[in-house]
């Protein structure tokens, strides 16, 4: 897929990190499946593995912690 952001590159699927902030709390989530950029980085996430991210965004939250770092686990 040409990627939507710089027009140039095309995407490729690898890894990624995907940092996610709410209010106070920055959470980081490593080894992530995505489609890559290889001209500029951007990733862009599957609708599968977007859900995944977001709930495991909403069990971190539970955590109150003000950065949590988790691995994404399939």
Same mark, same amino acid.
Do not use: W
């Given at each position: 897929? %040409? #990627?939507?952001? #710089? +027009? $140039?590159?095309?995407?490729?699927?690898? *890894?990624?990190?995907?940092?996610?902030?709410?209010?106070?709390?920055?959470?980081? *989530? %490593? +080894?992530?499946?995505?489609? *890559? #950029?290889?001209?500029?980085?951007? /990733? /862009?996430?599957?609708?599968?593995?977007?859900? %995944?991210?977001?709930?495991? =965004?909403?069990? =971190?939250? %539970?955590?109150? $912690?003000?950065?949590?770092?988790?691995?994404?686990? =399939?």
């Amino acid at each position: 897929m %040409k #990627c939507v952001i #710089c +027009k $140039q590159g095309e995407t490729r699927p690898g *890894i990624t990190t995907v940092t996610l902030t709410r209010g106070e709390m920055t959470l980081v *989530i %490593k +080894k992530v499946p995505a489609d *890559i #950029c290889e001209n500029c980085g951007e /990733y /862009y996430l599957n609708d599968e593995i977007s859900r %995944k991210v977001l709930a495991m =965004a909403e069990e =971190a939250m %539970k955590h109150n $912690q003000e950065v949590e770092v988790i691995q994404f686990a =399939a």
